[in-house]
């Protein structure tokens, strides 16, 4: 006689970015980290690839097949590819034990409408999972970042994610004060894409601009100056052409968009309490995400800032720690996250 075998319900943390997806998984930790992009045959419907298959798909497809990030400035642009893309992790994650359906956490943005929190919540459900939560970015960086929130004092978190910076002053396992505007790490990427195409009129694509931001990207012009070789297309001939880029070119097109930054943590000081201001004079600010990989963004936040800034220890993978661990103390923190 055989024995049915029981399958407890697994408990999924997903940081739902727009340039990556994390999936965090109950006993296991970090289970996916792929870009958050998924191909599709324009022609069936069927969707073809999704991460980072899908994602050397970009700029390459032909006209039957189109590659593209269902998420937009941190929130979903195609509910449809958004829900196959969770569906498409769910069954990785969950492999044989696919009917047994999980508890998930996803992590939204601060400030999102209610309208975009039933999107992300309706996809989740339709995906597989038993349970949806919603949790802020802020939030579940801080818990990531194992800052001190529940403590009567206040901490500040700052994540650049891809498609929105969020910034929080949190105390007692809450937000005090918080702001987001859709800066981050696309639009330093748009950024060098517009000015290599205004400087040396050349017109290239996402991919070689995430690869010029990655190997010169700094916050801070710094000695000595550092060279790539740019291919992409002449605007004016048409024809194939590579030039020569420095970082300092690099570290003045991003410039508009490190300021944005900076204006959405000025508005959050601002909102800030005193009491809570001088604990943060005090701790300094944390930031989170992979954008705040990019070279001397701490010196520049705190040059501009007049506060210390320093980097997390995980930056990239805060904000899916911290939603796995508010989903495994989910008693502790129903009050502050939405349940569907």
């Not at 055989?2 to 940081?15: C, E, T």
């Not at 800052?147 to 910034?167: E, N, T």
Request: net charge neutral.
């Amino acid at each position: 006689m055989f024995s049915v075998p029981i399958f407890s319900s697994k408990r999924l943390g997903i940081d739902l970015g727009t340039s990556n997806c994390l999936v965090w998984s109950s006993g296991e930790g970090v289970v996916i980290s792929e870009p958050s992009v998924v191909a599709i045959d324009s022609v069936s419907g069927r969707v073809v690839a999704v991460g980072t298959q899908a994602h050397e798909m970009l700029g390459r497809t032909g006209m039957d097949l189109v590659a593209q990030r269902p998420l937009k400035d941190g929130v979903v642009a195609d509910y449809l590819v958004c829900e196959a893309m969770l569906k498409n992790f769910l069954d990785r994650v969950l492999k044989y034990s696919r009917f047994a359906r999980p508890e998930v956490m996803v992590c939204v943005p601060y400030g999102v409408t209610q309208v975009e929190r039933r999107a992300v919540l309706e996809a989740t459900l339709s995906a597989g999972a038993k349970t949806a939560y919603l949790i802020e970015a802020p939030l579940a960086a801080a818990i990531g970042a194992k800052l001190p929130i529940d403590a009567p004092y206040g901490s500040m978190i700052v994540d650049i994610g891809g498609g929105q910076i969020g910034a929080a002053v949190v105390s007692l396992g809450g937000i005090v004060a918080a702001g987001s505007s859709r800066y981050g790490g696309d639009k330093f990427n748009e950024a060098i894409i517009t000015y290599v195409r205004k400087i040396h009129n050349i017109v290239i694509g996402e991919r070689m601009a995430e690869d010029v931001k990655i190997k010169l990207g700094s916050a801070i012009i710094s000695n000595p100056k550092k060279t790539v070789e740019v291919k992409g297309r002449d605007a004016i001939s048409g024809m194939p052409k590579t030039i020569i880029v420095d970082s300092s070119e690099v570290t003045e097109s991003i410039s508009l968009v490190l300021g944005a930054i900076i204006a959405t943590i000025k508005q959050v000081l601002e909102q800030t309490p005193p009491e809570l201001s001088s604990d943060i004079i005090d701790r300094g600010i944390v930031l989170t995400g992979g954008s705040s990989y990019l070279r001397n963004i701490d010196r520049y936040i705190s040059s501009q800032i007049g506060v210390s800034a320093h980097v997390c220890e995980d930056p990239m993978q805060s904000v899916v720690y911290g939603t796995g661990m508010a989903l495994e103390n989910i008693d502790n923190w129903r009050r502050i996250v939405q349940r569907r």
